[in-house]
T-cell receptor, first 116, second 116 residues
Framework: AQSVTQLGSHVSVSEGALVLLRCNYS??????LFWYVQYPNQGLQLLLK??????LVKGINGFEAEFKKSETSFHLTKPSAHMSDAAEYFC??????????????FGTGTQLKVEL | SAVISQKPSRDICQRGTSLTIQCQVD?????MFWYRQQPGQSLTLIAT?????????ESGFVIDKFPISRPNLTFSTLTVSNMSPEDSSIYLC?????????????FGEGSRLTVL
């Protein structure tokens, strides 16, 4: 069975500061990992994905994440926060296209607040 | 990425009634997924819907409560039956990527249901 743990349900940063959102996963097979963002009253938008290629993955809006197998982690970072980054962020894991047929398991989410 | 439209975007319903949510995709897809996001919580997979076969439900979800139709490769419906306040949630339709599918899901804007 696969699972995701997101440490910190709420994270607050100052505008221009580093954003670090933590995600640890559990999977019985090499995982596919994803970060999604949800703005208020909207659906989920894919930020980035890891699918067994490069371990450092770059996504949209300046976000990136690094897959660390030894730590079973896939933390999301952005060097400089912007007010528009305020949203809820979800980490998700799957067993890949053939394994789980795109069946994603989501973490509980981290609400990012950006302050002036 | 696919464009996914859901109707209704939001509704307020009375206890004991049923509501059908429609999901339309702008391209043909094999698998469609229905998720529930309860207030302040993460996403939980309700069922996977393949065209021409019965939907596959996750543990804790049953067909009598959440009947699903999948009449063709671009459309699906989810009915929330005999609603109670505990069914107040966002219901999200999602699809896998097309050719070159690398495991991610694309989501509609969601249908926000409030049950009184």
């Amino acid at each position: 069975a696969q699972s995701v743990t997101q440490l910190g349900s709420h994270v607050s940063v100052s505008e221009g500061a580093l954003v670090l959102l933590r995600c640890n996963y559990s999977s019985s097979v090499p995982p596919y990992l994803f970060w999604y963002v949800q703005y208020p009253n909207q659906g989920l938008q894919l930020l980035l994905k890891y699918t067994s290629a490069a371990t450092l993955v770059k996504g949209i809006n300046g976000f990136e994440a690094e897959f660390k197998k030894s730590e079973t982690s896939f933390h999301l970072t952005k060097p400089s926060a912007h007010m528009s980054d305020a949203a809820e962020y979800f980490c998700a894991v799957s067993e890949g296209v053939t394994g789980g047929g795109n069946k994603l398991t989501f973490g509980t989410g981290t609400q990012l607040k950006v302050e002036l | 990425s696919a464009v996914i439209s859901q109707k209704p975007s939001r509704d307020i319903c009375q206890r004991g009634t049923s509501l059908t949510i429609q999901c339309q995709v702008d391209s043909q897809v094999t698998m469609m997924f229905w998720y529930r996001q309860q207030p302040g919580q993460s996403l939980t997979l309700i069922a996977t819907a393949n065209q021409g076969s019965e939907a596959t439900y996750e543990s804790g979800f049953v067909i009598d409560k959440f009947p699903i139709s999948r009449p063709n490769l671009t459309f699906s419906t989810l009915t929330v039956s005999n609603m109670s306040p505990e069914d107040s949630s966002i219901y999200l339709c999602s699809v896998a990527g097309g050719p070159g599918n690398t495991g991610e899901l694309f989501f509609g804007e969601g249908s926000r249901l409030t049950v009184l």
